[in-house]
Structures are given as structure tokens and as C-alpha cells.
């Protein structure tokens, strides 16, 4: 009598490579990019390839260094270089960007084992890490080009919606605002979003639980005002920390029903730290706390493999 064989997931197997993951996400934020450059100017441009580049050289020179397998052709490096980018405003100094470019890549990514053992997401921690230590420089935002008669990076300086509160729902929809590259055009993150929810490279669990909750959030606070609502979901990075950010393979839970505490968590925390905190966004502070929580959450909603045996001595 044969016996059933077990092995641990995954036993589906797929043409799917990291590198063809990392190039679908790249070119999810392509309109993202697109708009950035439209509203912003060539500077969006320098900004994102400069990123890119300093961390896939970041990348490779720290894989020499500590004589490992080349990993730059895997695409997340130039990855996390263009949200890295997208998380910038296009006034910061470019030598500020290559700083938060090492943060992310050497510091939070490879000192901790490179692609798959870091415990947050690099560009969001190379983001909070800017944020905190040159405040002034990563709050200089700038109205975009499309919003003015005359555009003058020295001359036309603004607050981001979610401090002023005065934008427009359509503005803020397709981008005449100011604020980060990535933050300014919700209608491209959206199209970039669903592209890849129907590519099947990331779950629709989580940013729809983050959205989703954000809404309902908003909507009690204000007493079911419906404008408030959509404001916030618009406005700042929530629709990029939603679809690119809140889903990365490594720092977010692996089933959905951990994929949904994810997204619930990521939205309170949000909505608390937009409606009660010193910042008037909470999207990297929230995410980069549910990572911190992602190896809890994982083995609170992970279930016991189908045949498995319980080791001598074991609780589990």
C-alpha cells in the first residue's frame, strides 16, 4: 500500500520569476510616471532614473562587497528606487535621494540578508528615515506646472492637499496638486493598481481592506460626509501605499485572511494619524508598523499543513 507523499506549498508551479514580478510592478507605475513628468516637468524624470540607478549601483556594489550571488538583474532594486522616487518631492536635492537610496537598499535590505529577510518595505523606511532627518527638504512641495500660468520651481510653492484642505476632488483625482511624484495622480495609481490585481501579481485584499476601511473611518469621523471621505482617500499617498507599498510580497502577511488584518490595520492607523497626529499623513508610519507586525500576524492566521506531524515537545 502506497503511502500519500507531503510537501509544503507550493506545489503549483508557474513561469512567473521574480524578475518578471519586479518588471509588472515597474510598469504599473509607468502612468504614475507618466503623469509625475506631465505635471512636474523633466526634473520628475531625473528624479526617478536617478533613484534607480543609485540603487541598483547601491545593489551591486554591496554584493561585491560582501562576496554574494549579483542580484541586480532581479529588477527589485530598480524598483525600489522608483518608489523610493515616487515618495519624493521633485525639489529635494538630488544627493538627499542618493542617501535615501543607501538607507534603503544597503541599511534596511541587504544588511538584513537581501530580498526576501528584510522586515519592512526599503523605500518606505529609506522615506520615514528622509522625512525625520531633513524635514524642510522633504516638505518643499511645489504647485505643478499644469496648475499654473507660470511655472517657476523657485517662484510657485504650495502645501500638499492634506494640509491645506482646499483641493479639488477632480484635481486631486487626476493630479493638479502638489505634493510627492507618486502622490499627485490617484486616476494612474488606480488604472496602475487594477492592472496589476488583474495580472494576478498582487491580492485585491489588502488595499481594498485599507481603503475600505479608511473610508469607513473618515465617513464616522465626519458625521457621513461624503466629500471629507473621498478627500482622503484621494489625497496624499494613500492610493500608492495601498497598491504598490502595503502589498510587497516580503513585509505583508502571506494568507488573506492576514492580507485582510494587513489592510484593516494599515487604514486605523492611518485615519489616526491623519485625524490626531503632529503629521498630516500616516500612510509609511502605518505600513511600516504592520510590518513590524507581519511575522505575528502570520502565525496567528497560518494553518497547520494537511498530514503534518507535531514535533516532540512542540505547542503548535
Request: net charge neutral.
Amino acid at each position: 500500500m502506497k503511502l500519500l507523499h507531503v510537501d509544503p506549498s507550493p506545489h503549483i508551479r508557474d513561469n512567473m520569476t521574480t524578475q518578471k514580478i519586479m518588471l509588472c510592478v515597474i510598469a504599473a507605475l509607468v502612468p504614475s510616471a507618466v503623469a509625475a513628468v506631465i505635471h512636474f516637468g523633466w526634473l520628475a524624470l531625473l528624479m526617478m532614473v536617478f533613484c534607480m540607478v543609485c540603487s541598483v549601483a547601491f545593489e551591486g556594489l554591496c554584493r561585491i562587497v560582501m562576496k554574494r550571488e549579483q542580484t541586480i538583474r532581479d529588477g527589485s532594486a530598480a524598483l525600489t528606487g522608483l518608489l523610493l522616487a515616487m515618495n519624493l518631492p521633485v525639489t529635494l536635492p538630488l544627493w538627499e535621494a542618493a542617501l535615501g537610496c543607501f538607507i534603503a537598499i544597503v541599511v534596511v535590505k541587504q544588511l538584513f540578508g537581501g530580498l526576501g529577510q528584510n522586515f519592512a518595505n526599503p523605500a518606505i523606511a529609506a522615506r520615514i528615515i528622509l522625512m525625520l532627518s531633513l524635514t524642510e527638504d522633504m516638505t518643499r512641495w511645489i504647485q505643478p506646472r499644469t496648475a499654473v500660468s507660470d511655472f517657476s520651481y523657485d517662484a510657485v510653492s504650495s502645501a500638499t492637499p492634506l494640509v491645506s484642505g482646499t483641493a479639488n476632488i477632480m484635481d486631486l483625482f487626476w493630479g493638479s496638486t502638489g505634493g510627492c511624484l507618486g502622490e499627485t495622480c490617484a486616476a494612474a495609481l488606480l488604472f496602475g493598481g487594477i492592472f496589476l490585481i488583474g495580472m494576478g501579481i498582487i491580492s485585491p485584499v489588502t488595499p481594498f481592506a485599507y481603503l475600505g476601511t479608511m473610508a469607513v473611518c473618515t465617513l464616522i469621523y465626519s458625521g457621513g460626509d461624503v466629500h471629507f471621505m473621498l478627500y482622503h482617500l484621494l489625497a496624499g499617498g494613500l492610493m500608492l501605499g495601498a497598491f504598490f507599498m502595503a502589498t510587497d510580497y516580503v513585509t505583508t502577511p502571506i494568507t488573506w485572511q492576514g492580507k485582510l488584518i494587513f489592510g484593516v490595520g494599515c487604514g486605523i492607523l492611518t485615519f489616526l494619524i491623519r485625524a490626531f497626529g503632529n503629521y498630516p499623513e500616516g500612510v509609511s508610519f502605518s505600513i511600516l508598523l504592520m510590518n513590524i507586525l507581519t511575522p505575528y500576524i502570520d502565525k496567528f492566521t497560518m494553518t497547520k499543513p494537511f498530514g503534518g506531524i507535531r514535533k516532540a515537545g512542540s505547542k503548535a
